[in-house]
Each structure stands twice: as structure tokens, then as C-alpha cells.
């Protein structure tokens, strides 16, 4: 199925003059969904299960369909709203509680995972007297024994508890049907009591019939189906609640078995065709769980000879054939994990040096290299990320990692990353990561893996990061970074090829400020009135929204934008306790007219300064990969 055309009316509001076009356009997917939800509405195929008579009066009509995004939104169409039981799409999450709750051992040790190929109501073990799998009601009542086990009364709290946390919300039960099942169910007793004759059940059978038929009996809507499911692909946490409901181990468990056997005896079908992990129950559900992409429910009670929606099906296929998303045909490219590769040749810190740490940083462009990562670091990312580093024939002595574009690791990723840190320290090359908060999980899960190497430092801030490498290449190379140094007014490049007449008149002109450490010199939006050259200490220029622009040491002029903009644009803040000569503008321009051609180198020097700006500025761009 492709998406119906939009009919008339949507097609008036689609035109661009119509001022509700904008208002009434939808993502895609929206669409997509209701478009399904039009086309299949008027199918009326199969009947609405009985053999529960309660579950006979569900309206047949009803149709709801919900899709949940990894990122906590939730699409929905039609009776997306309507409670209906849950029944066997119970049987997964309970399935992955009992494995957290009694441990994996004990929960395999008595319920197998091979597909049974019988319907789900068979009263049949396999060779070992076992239950087939988790998804045929032998198994399904087995893992409600395991917990009635453990929890005894609380058995069903324990199972309406869980079941709440995968929806995001408090999930009731309906009485009506449960009472109506526990009257009928002679079936699933007589499972039960076979499954307490091969110890599978060493609890009362009755109490274990009772949590079970309880299980099956909490009210779900489309909406909750397809949040259940997303926190299922979502290894195990509810993407709009952000709670981890499970653990990973139990996801990926209970996954597999829905991969192979959650569709009744359709379920080997389902998965050629469709290729979603998905599980249904004869209320009308379906759910669906496409891992690390979506969630999907949907409700409609007809249901077809083996016990799955009939509409819910049709839904499931769309989707799935529509955006392609059968589980087994993924690809990714791994390249898209580094945005930009440089070294401080290219690009620099935003420090302003003075000429001899800037010749022995000329002199080892290649020292510092900058890998600033974006999106999930995956497998093939971090693999790939590793690559890049060594694909250049030159060792690095720093390597900086910027994770602030990261937004995931995977367990993979990580440890292949930390396995490149480990490499790196044999060679002796520093790392240092930048865009990651010590508070931060990401940073536990880092160190919790790096263990005791030495050689990682972090910065939270990239250029602060770059800054830091580059004063250990002037340190390595025999330089040195005086913080302490005074200079004169002669040193500053912004008066340079003044005569020392000229510089002394502008030394008269001078007052000698002294700065505390953090005090504000210039604050954003005053009035610029004065230019400053600092004399001694370190200072930094900030926009009002926290980015540094530029760290300048003795020798450098600051507000001296002044002399073409009349209001200051940004903060300037001492770094350590500095010294500045503050020189008013009107005395400056007194000076300007007095002595025009000093008047004029001092603009020439400024617009070289400037252009000197820009080309550091230009280049950051350009390191932002294009291809
Ligand atoms: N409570 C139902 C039963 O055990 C669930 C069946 C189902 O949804 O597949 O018969």
C-alpha cells in the first residue's frame, strides 16, 4: 500500500494561499498512519474472539493504530484511545520480568525457545517436558508461576507494576473479562496442571491460573501498545518516561523470542514477510518492535484464523513494505561520525599568541589533532573513527575527542573507543575529551571502562581543550608562557610603526588599570568609550551567551572595536589579576587628528588584525566537513 491521496478537503487546505495550509500540514508519518487507518477501516474480515465470552462483546469497528519514535513521540490515529485487554501481549513483558527477577538460569532451565509450530493454546511440551517457548500459553503460564513463586500474593502487583512502567502509566483490569475467563479457562488449567505434574509450576496451580488470567486481563490502549513496544526496541527504556523498565539482557531475549514465535503459527510467516519483532492477543492487539526505530499498536478485534488482527496485519505489512523496514535489511555509514578532522595547523585555538608561541606552533601543525564526533557512537562508527585517526602517517602527540555532538554511545562503540584510548597511551599520545560533563552518565560509563591509563584529560570546552595541547607544545618545544610578563605600549601590534614620541604622547593619554581575577572589564551593550591594551595577565572576550571568542595575553588590545562601533558587543572578563593601559576614545581620536598618519597606520593595523580574525574564523568553518 502506498499512502491514499489526500482527498479533496485536505487538498484545499494544502493550497499554499490557504493562510490554514500550514496549520493542518502533518509530518509524513502522521499521514502514513492515517492514510493505513482510512484504507483498512472498511475491512471486515474475521470475527472477534469468543471462546472468552466476555471478549465477545468488544465493538468490532473500533480501529486504532499509534506509533511510538525512540525519541518519546507518539503518533496516533482513530480508537487509539480505547481500553481493551491485553491478553497474550502480556506474555512478552512478563517473559523479560521473570527473567530479571528470578535470573536468566532459573527461567531457562524450565521454559525453551524453540518455536512450536502449534497453536498457542496447545496442551504440549516438548521433549523435556518443557514449555515450547515463552509466547504459547505453556509458557506464558510458566512465567507467571516463576513469579507467583518469588512473589507470592504480590504475584500480580509485581506483573501489573512492570506492565504500567512499559506504557508509562498506571495500566487497570478489567474484571468483567478476567472473571469471564477464569470461568472458562479449563484449557489453560489443564496446561497448568501438566506444567505442575513436570515441575514447572511447584506452586498452587490455582493461585498461578488466577495471576495469569489476571495478566491477561489489564487494559491496554493502541497508544500504550506502541510505548511498551518502543521501550522493547528501545533496549528496555520507556522512551517518554525515560525509565530503564528492564535490563538488556532481558530485551534482547525477549525480542528473540517474539522474533520466532510471537505471532501464533503465523509466526515464521510474519517474520519472512513483515521482519518485525511483534507479538498479538486475541483482545485485537498487536504490537510491534522495531529495534533502535520504533514502536507500533494497534487495535482492531476481528481477527483472522490464527488468532492476529486482521486489520492490525494489514498495518503491520504497509509499514513495513512502504518505508522498508524489515529488520534484516539495515545498513549504516559509519562515516557520518566524524563532522570535522583537523589539526591546529588548520585551525587553531582562540587564543591570541604572542610570536614565539605562535612560530613553535608553526612549527608542529600536525602535533594536535581534533576528531569532533557527532550523533551515535556506534560499532561501525568508533571503528571507522579509529581508522581515520590511523590512516595518517603522522603520530600525533594530543589527540582531542569532542563529544559534544554526540548523542549516544552503544555499549559497542564505547568499548572501542576506550580500547582506541588504551592504544593510543602505548604510543604515548595524550587524549583529551572535550563535550562531556563530568556529572554526565556518559563520563561514568568512559571511565568506568578506562580504568587507571593515564593518558586522558577533559576539558568541557573544545577550545579550551585545543588551548591547553597547544601550551604543551610550546612547553615541549622550549617556549614559555609568561602570564606574569608586563609589556609596554610599544609591544602592541595594534600601535605598530608609531615612533616613541607618538607612543609616549599615548602613554600620557594612559591611565594603568589593575583587575582582580573574574571582575568584568567590559560588559556587553555599554557604551564603548575607551580601548584598552592589556599590559599584564590573561583576559577572555565572551558573547553574552557564554561563547569565548578569544583568551588574549600582555601585548593585545581589547574594546578596541571602539574606534568602529559605538556600543560594546561582548563581555571581557580578567582571567587571572591583570593589568591594562585604558585609553579614553576621545582622547584617542584627539590624537588621530593630531597626527593623522599615526592615524592611519593605526586603522591599517587594525583592519590587519581583523582580517587575521577572520581567516581563524573562516577556517573553523571550513574544518566542518563538507563531503
Ligand atoms: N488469555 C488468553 C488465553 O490464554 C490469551 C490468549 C491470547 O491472547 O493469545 O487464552
Known amino acids: ?21 500550514w496549520a493542518a500540514s502533518m509530518p509524513p508519518l502522521q499521514r502514513f498512519l492515517a492514510a493505513c487507518h482510512a484504507d483498512f477501516r472498511s475491512d471486515d474480515d474475521g470475527a472477534v474472539a469468543s471462546y472468552i465470552p466476555e471478549l465477545g462483546k468488544a465493538d468490532p469497528a473500533h480501529f486504532g493504530i499509534s506509533l511510538a519514535t525512540l525519541d518519546g513521540h507518539v503518533y ?5 484511545r480505547i481500553p481493551f485487554t491485553i491478553q497474550s501481549m502480556s506474555k512478552p513483558f512478563v517473559f523479560a520480568l521473570a527473567l530479571d527477577t528470578l535470573g536468566a538460569a532459573r527461567v531457562e532451565s524450565v521454559i525453551g525457545v524453540e518455536p512450536s509450530g502449534d497453536p498457542f493454546n496447545s496442551i504440549r511440551l516438548n521433549a523435556e517436558n518443557h514449555p515450547f517457548n515463552p509466547m504459547v500459553n505453556a509458557g506464558a503460564i510458566a512465567c507467571s508461576g516463576l513469579i507467583r513463586e518469588t512473589k507470592g500474593e504480590n504475584a500480580f502487583e509485581t506483573i501489573r507494576d512492570a ?36 515441575d514447572v509450576i511447584t506452586v498452587d496451580v490455582g493461585a498461578v491460573l488466577d495471576v495469569y488470567f489476571r495478566q491477561c486481563a489489564v487494559l491496554v ?42 505471532m501464533y503459527d503465523y509466526a515464521g510467516e510474519w517474520i519472512y514477510r513483515i521482519g518485525i519483532p511483534a507479538k498479538s492477543g486475541v483482545g485485537g492487539g498487536i504490537l510491534a518492535s522495531l529495534p533502535a526505530r520504533l514502536g507500533l499498536g494497534s487495535y482492531s478485534p476481528r481477527l483472522d484464523k490464527h488468532g492476529n488482527s486482521v486489520r492490525g496485519i494489514h498495518v503491520c505489512e504497509a509499514l513495513s513494505s512502504h518505508y522498508d523496514l524489515h529488520m534484516l535489511n539495515r545498513s549504516d555509514d559509519a562515516r557520518s561520525a566524524i563532522i570535522a578532522d583537523y589539526d591546529i595547523g588548520a585551525s587553531p585555538s582562540r587564543r591570541s599568541r604572542r610570536v614565539q608561541e605562535r612560530n613553535i606552533l608553526a612549527q608542529h601543525p600536525d602535533a594536535v589533532r581534533v576528531l569532533e564526533l557527532v550523533g551515535t557512537l556506534s560499532f561501525s562508527n568508533a571503528d571507522y573513527v579509529s581508522r581515520q585517526l590511523a590512516r595518517s602517517p603522522i603520530r600525533p602527540q594530543f589527540v582531542i575527542f569532542d563529544l559534544r555532538r554526540v548523542t549516544a554511545m552503544t555499549p559497542a562503540g564505547l568499548r572501542l573507543l576506550v580500547e582506541l584510548f588504551h592504544e593510543l597511551a602505548e604510543f604515548h599520545v595524550t587524549v583529551i575529551l572535550s563535550g562531556v560533563r563530568r556529572s554526565s552518565p ?18 568541557y570546552l573544545l577550545d579550551t581543550a585545543i588551548e591547553w595541547a597547544e601550551d604543551q607544545i610550546v612547553y615541549r ?44 572589564i567590559i560588559a556587553a551593550g555599554d557604551p564603548a568609550t575607551s580601548l584598552f591594551f592589556l599590559r599584564s595577565g590573561v583576559v577572555h572576550v565572551t558573547l553574552p551567551d557564554g561563547v569565548r ?39 584617542f581620536e584627539r590624537f588621530r587628528m593630531q597626527h593623522p598618519k599615526a592615524g592611519e597606520t593605526i586603522m591599517r593595523n587594525l583592519a590587519k588584525l581583523l582580517a587575521d580574525r577572520l581567516i581563524v574564523a573562516n577556517a573553523r568553518l571550513d574544518v566542518l566537513k563538507a563531503d
Open 221 to 262: 490502549t493502541a497508544r500504550d501498545c506502541a510505548v511498551m513496544a518502543a521501550t522493547l526496541a528501545n533496549r528496555g527504556v520507556n522512551p517518554v518516561t525515560g525509565e530503564q523498565v528492564v535490563s538488556t539482557y532481558a530485551v534482547a531475549r525477549t525480542l528473540s523470542v517474539m522474533t520466532s514465535s510471537g
Open 1 to 21: 500500500m502506498s499512502p491514499a491521496q489526500p482527498g479533496p478537503r485536505a487538498k484545499a487546505l494544502r493550497n499554499p494561499q490557504n493562510p490554514q495550509a
Open 76 to 80: 496516533e490515529i482513530g480508537d487509539s
Open 163 to 198: 506492565l504500567s512502567r512499559f506504557a508509562g502509566r498506571a495500566l487497570d483490569v478489567d474484571e468483567a473479562v478476567f472473571a469471564s475467563e477464569r470461568a472458562t479457562g479449563d484449557r489453560n488449567r489443564a496446561i497448568g496442571y501438566l506444567l505442575r505434574n513436570s
Open 549 to 587: 571568542l578569544a583568551t588574549l595575553t600582555a601585548g593585545q588590545a581589547f574594546g578596541e572595536m571602539a574606534l568602529i562601533e559605538p556600543q560594546r558587543s561582548a563581555d571581557v572578563f580578567a582571567d587571572f589579576s591583570a593589568t591594562a593601559f585604558e585609553i579614553a576614545l576621545s582622547d
Open 477 to 520: 618545544y622550549g617556549g614559555a608562557i609568561d602570564f606574569l610578563e608586563t609589556t609596554e605600549l610599544g609591544e602592541q601590534p595594534l600601535l605598530a610603526g608609531l615612533t616613541a614620541a607618538e607612543i609616549a604622547e599615548l602613554a600620557a593619554l594612559a591611565t594603568i588599570n589593575l583587575y582582580q581575577q573574574s571582575e568584568r
Open 442 to 459: 556518559e563520563w561514568n560509563d568512559i571511565t568506568a571502562l578506562t580504568g587507571d591509563i593515564s593518558n586522558v584529560r577533559d576539558f
